[in-house]
């Protein structure tokens, strides 16, 4: 397994199922369209493959209408991969539809047992430490069991704050490179970035911290175009997908991989 924080030689992701219409959503901002969905997905997709990693596509799951989702089901380290446990109760079940994917590329899988929760969308992985944002999806006997976990791998785990009425911590921050985040300004003032190059999304783009550093591009949502082109002024090659369906549902762009 390569550095997580630079460089991917593979990503998981599930196609969205026709269930999707079923998926979790804060509030009601209509109903999503899977054709229009599955055509960003393929984008999606198309670009990660476009760096040169490999991209292990997993069938759709009607049982589980979040599934596209696969990011909060594992955290993938370089050591070996964690088996989430996800607070929503009606996700539970994706974590065993990924299991066997997992052992099948790591020589070491743990699973989070319980009793407590937590969420892939919850933990940003940097250049020198594993943060992990408290939310409603992620609670803090998950956090440390977790934390037991990858500090037997070297890992410092730091526990934040996920912003209240936010759904996941990297709703708001992603990585651009071990010492960059982008991130909303919002959660920046919290000050869990200190020591941190921090880039802000701009006013009212806040819905753009949600993107993704892969290999060489930065895979941003289309339709905040002051973010991208901030990005492209600091050097980061933009790719911007559809993420009009997924945002009904409240993902966006770190929700629909695992990459390591
Ligand atoms: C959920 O509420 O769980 C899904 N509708 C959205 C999950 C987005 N995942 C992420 O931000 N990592």
Redesign the pocket.
Known sequence: MTDPTFEFTRAITRKPAASITE????EDIGTPDLERMLAAHAHYVETLKRTGAEVIELPPLEDFP?AV?V??TALCLPQGAVLMR?G?PS?MGEVAEMSPTLHRVYDDVRRIEGPGHI???DILVTGREVLVGRSD?TDEQGVEELRNIISEWGHKLREVLTPPGV??F??DCSLLDGETILSTKRLDDSGCFEGYRVLHTAEGEEAAA?SIRFNQFVLCPDGFPETAEMLDKAGFEVVQIDNAECAK????M??LSLRF
């Open positions: 998926g979790l959503r804060a979040d989702f990011e909060d996800p929503a996700r969420e892939g969308g999806r759904l996941h990297k709703t949600n549902l409240d993902g966006g770190s929700c």
